[in-house]
């Protein structure tokens, strides 16, 4: 089974440095951040990004079900069918957030990297090719939906809540379907922003 391609190397030590000329290292200066960049903000990080989220919401899903559903007709195994769905939906629920979290730890690497290789040297001419505008726009735009979403899950789903006519089980299904949008929102657009503000810096 063919895994994702490694990272490339940081820049060799100056003392093992091998360009031609001064042109042949930005050339591959450039090359590396521009292939770190796509990894980071690229479409295809964009959509696994937001699949994850999906994945975990999906998880969410289940154990909501297991809050919502009446077992009352089922007793005496409703509670123990309840406590099998919740644990099905956090088993699902928890593999796209582990997921998450190592390519939290690959992106930290790769900023490593990105600012290991922008160092070497000063190239204003290829900077605006490395500011990937449309790219950053797409993880803000994406990351405010998110967001919004999250937050009318989060707070005015349960604000408007009524006795008697939803549960609390509803209630808190919303709240987490809602915390999980927003924080996956709040990582989405740290990714853009920290990304606008490395290539400004440039």
């Known amino acids: 089974m063919s895994r994702r391609p490694p990272l490339p190397p940081p820049p060799p030590p100056v003392e093992l440095r091998s360009w031609p000329g001064h042109a ?8 590396v951040l521009s292939d770190l ?25 289940v154990v909501g079900l297991a809050l919502t559903s009446d077992f009352a007709g089922l007793a005496p195994f409703g509670v123990l069918l309840r406590a099998a769905l919740g644990a099905i939906g956090v088993g699902v629920m928890a593999a796209p957030v582990i997921i998450l979290g190592l390519s939290a730890r690959r992106q930290r690497r790769t900023r490593s990297l990105m600012d290991q290789w922008a160092a ?15 790219a950053s726009l797409s993880w803000l735009l994406t990351s405010f939906a998110s967001g919004t979403a999250g937050l009318w899950l989060a707070l005015v789903v349960p604000a408007t809540a009524r006795a008697g006519e939803d549960t609390y089980g509803a209630v808190a299904y919303a709240m987490g379907a809602g915390t999980l949008l ?3 929102a709040l990582t989405g657009a740290a990714r853009a922003v920290r990304h606008y503000r490395w290539a400004i810096r440039l």
Do not use: T
């Open 24 to 31: 042949a290292m930005l050339a591959d200066r450039a090359a």
């Open 37 to 61: 960049g796509r990894r980071s903000l690229g479409g295809a990080a964009l959509a696994v990004f937001w699949l994850l989220v999906a994945g975990a919401q999906l998880g969410w899903g």
């Open 120 to 134: 070497l040297a000063s190239d204003p001419a290829g900077a605006p090719r490395l500011r990937m505008a449309g």
């Open 182 to 184: 927003w924080l996956a």
